[in-house]
T-cell receptor, first 113, second 111 residues
Framework: DVKVTQSSRYLVKRTGEKVFLECVQD?????MFWYRQDPGLGLRLIYF???????EKGDIPEGYSVSREKKERFSLILESASTNQTSMYLC????????????FGQGTRLTVV | GQNIDQPTEMTATEGAIVQINCTYQ??????LFWYQQHAGEAPTFLSY????GLEEKGRFSSFLSRSKGYSYLLLKELQMKDSASYLC????????????FGKGNQVVVIP
């Protein structure tokens, strides 16, 4: 079974804290994605990576950065958390350029207070 | 840029058939996905279309017309467990085949 695992299901952080969200996949997938999901807005792409050490901005990268030092791990970093970053964060992975399926992690519900 | 539209909500009766529409305006279309997402859970893959026509998979079918920028997901013999949000997503040629999602269509199945 394909597995995409996010490090935390729920997180509560204070404004201004540096926050790390970790995602690990066990299927040797080249592509990894970070989305946030908000009511009425759907899934919005923050960053994605198609190879180790490669990253590309998605639609809403402001306030976020990412790291991909190993193929199986893709980290999302909130440099200085703000209340408007309270959201559900979803990680996904897929194989190659012509992928026909992307697999999602269970999500991290982040609350910034 | 891209624009992917879905109706926000629909209600249907158990045992019925429901059609969920998705229209898209994107540059570099390279395939369309449908995902199901139950409340509080991760999206799970349902179907994928890259060529025009109908793909059938058990109770679920998905149709694509690339010339019209249109797809639908058909759910037959609705069950209570089909109550979920259904997400349409387009894979784009540019940006290394990134995936862009619509806002999702919440389907509520009633007895």
């Amino acid at each position: 079974d394909v597995k995409v695992t996010q490090s935390s299901r729920y997180l509560v952080k204070r404004t201004g804290e540096k926050v790390f969200l970790e995602c690990v996949q066990d299927m040797d997938h080249e592509n990894m994605f970070w989305y946030r999901q908000d009511p009425g807005l759907g899934l919005r792409l923050i960053y994605f990576s198609y190879d180790v050490k490669m990253k590309e901005k998605g639609d809403i990268p402001e306030g976020y950065s990412v790291s991909r030092e190993k193929k199986e791990r893709f980290s999302l970093i909130l440099e200085s958390a703000s209340t408007n970053q309270t959201s559900m964060y979803l990680c996904a992975s897929s194989r190659g350029q012509a992928y026909t399926e992307a697999f999602f992690g269970q999500g991290t519900r982040l609350t910034v207070v | 840029g891209q624009n992917i539209d879905q109706p926000t909500e629909m209600t249907a009766t158990e045992g019925a058939i429901v059609q969920i529409n998705c229209t898209y305006q994107t540059s570099g279309f390279n395939g369309l996905f449908w995902y199901q997402q139950h409340a509080g859970e991760a999206p799970t893959f349902l179907s994928y279309n890259v060529l025009d026509g109908l793909e059938e998979k058990g109770r679920f079918s998905s149709f694509l017309s690339r010339s019209k920028g249109y797809s639908y997901l058909l759910l037959k013999e609705l069950q209570m467990k089909d109550s979920a949000s259904y997400l349409c997503a387009v894979r784009l040629y540019y940006g290394n085949n990134r995936l862009a999602f619509g806002k999702g269509n919440q389907v509520v199945v009633i007895p």
